[in-house]
């Protein structure tokens, strides 16, 4: 019991570190032109582009993978009495937090970047920054630099102080600004690119970002005939290996085509700071290629501690009855302990 316990929780564990690996491996890459792993591997063939120091720092992240596996292991060997639901409630918990974080951003950055574009439009801006700064706003990777990445920022901050998932107020506001189009437009005869921008933006978000919630909450339609008759054991066995055989590999599908090459779908528009071809729109298009990258980390996030959910059934460590009330519907709020823990689990 024990040992199969700490090899799931291990490779549990080890799928999520895989992700932010990932993420850290395409950030270097892209960023600051590090080898990647190909690369690293021609280094000994003939008409290899890679030098020492860049073979240097490719190796360097393969250490880093090493290490992070030895750490992984050592930390679950370290905590033999963690259960499998706590750990899949902590990862559901990630993945509340990422969203938390995602549905700030959108909304600050949202706010933030319409205003910009209607005082530019309305040519305000540069009365009220300055025309160095308002040069400065007129561009797309300044914008998002200086306005952008430090709303983000701040997001993670406030994320990790609130609790709610607020995805009502994001469809409210979706309505706002859409009904803001339809008052402007056919009282006012006033309409500007940037408007339709929000719109889009946020609606976007509402969509993308409200996956992985609603999977932790049990909100997905299940279209088939035979899961509902299913004993519980049995539907944990199906979540269990549809969660690593088809969530999973969903996510990776998503991660790797979108962000294997400095052209990929995700990673283009981001490194690129992409925009509308509206000289007047929102600067936000290249963030909107970032929300397909939080759908998949957020999902993985979810699907893991579906995984370990699912696998505490499988292992006795919960009552298959009980345990839906506890992680597949987010709950276990503000305790440690799980629901219909058996004495031998505890």
Known sequence: MLRSRLLLRILSLL???????????????????????????GYFSAGSSLDGPGFAKGLGLVLLYV?????VIRQ?????????????????ALAAYIIRAAFWSVLLVGIVDAAISLLRVEGLLAGLVGPDWNGILEQARPRGLYVHYPLVLLSFVIAAFTRAISFVWLSLLVVLAEFAIVLTRFIFSYEQAFMGDLVRFWYAALFLFGSAYTLLQGGHVRVDLLYAGMRKRTQAWVNAIGSVLLGLSLCWVILTMGMGNRQGVLIAPVVNFEISQSNYGMYVMYLMATFLLVFAVSMACQFIAYFLCSAAILTGEVDPDTVEDYAYSGGGRGTDEAPGLHEEGV
């Open 15 to 41: 799928m999520l570190a895989a992700v932010f690996l990932f993420l850290l491996n395409r950030y270097l890459v892209f960023w600051f032109d590090w080898p990647d792993i190909p690369q690293l591997l």
């Open 67 to 71: 290490l992070v596996a030895g750490l």
């Open 76 to 92: 679950v060997r370290r905590t033999p009495d963690t259960l499998l639901i706590q750990d899949s409630r902590r990862y559901s």
